[in-house]
């Protein structure tokens, strides 16, 4: 009961938000201007966040973004292209208050974008035309604990107990139910005498 509880109250913080990524052919900002949060306008600024999401190898510059797309935003709601282009334009007006006018420019001469829209995807939102980011979920124990006799195993995000919802709670929760699977199995072969090994 406690588990079905926690189940249903669990909301995943980012089933609202949709990511766009900006592409460029090299990274052209400093990384003091590139990780922000942004002022949002439900009609045409709706990235409340940027981040450098530049490779280690340098091979290409990128900029993602989050971002709510609320029905209000006819121009952007359907159509990726326009969802690109008003999130440049929004950063390219808060570099250029910022004095960075070069980066500004450049900004607006991605060589491609990638959109991945989760309030479309049944399995993470139940809200396809949200009009609010939910909040982080806050650590549920009932959430990171095994069910049918240590058989079966949690490991979304918004079961770790550290940073639930987040990047650093999916690697947690995969952690931990690594751990948990490797006690399982070795419990199992202990029991039937055989071999199992995890590496």
Not at 41 to 64: C, H, K
Not at 84 to 113: C, D, I, M, P
Not at 147 to 168: C, I, N, Q, V, Y
Request: glycine share 4%; aromatic share 10%.
């Amino acid at each position: 009961a406690a588990k079905m509880q926690a189940i249903h109250s669990s909301q995943t913080w980012m089933a609202a938000v949709t990511k766009v990524s900006l592409v460029f052919e090299k990274r052209f900002w400093s990384l003091q201007f590139s990780n922000l949060g942004l002022r949002q306008s439900a009609l045409n600024a709706p990235a409340f966040q940027v981040y450098d999401s530049t490779p280690l190898n340098g091979s290409i510059g990128a900029l993602t973004f989050f971002a709510l797309v609320t029905k209000e935003n006819k121009a952007a709601f359907n159509d990726d292209s326009a969802l690109a282009e008003q999130v440049a334009k929004q950063l390219s007006h808060v570099w250029k208050r910022r004095g960075q006018n070069e980066a500004a420019t450049n900004v607006l001469h991605y060589v491609r974008f990638h959109v991945q829209r989760w309030p479309n995807e049944v399995y993470i939102s139940e809200d396809n035309v949200p009009n609010r980011v939910n909040p982080h979920p806050r650590p549920v124990k009932a959430l990171s604990e095994t069910e049918w006799g240590k058989r079966l195993f949690f490991a979304a995000s918004e079961t770790d107990l550290r940073s639930p919802g987040l990047m650093e709670g999916a690697v947690g929760a995969a952690m931990r139910t690594l751990e948990s699977l490797k006690d399982f199995l070795q419990s199992c072969s202990k029991q039937k005498k055989i071999d199992i090994s995890i590496d």
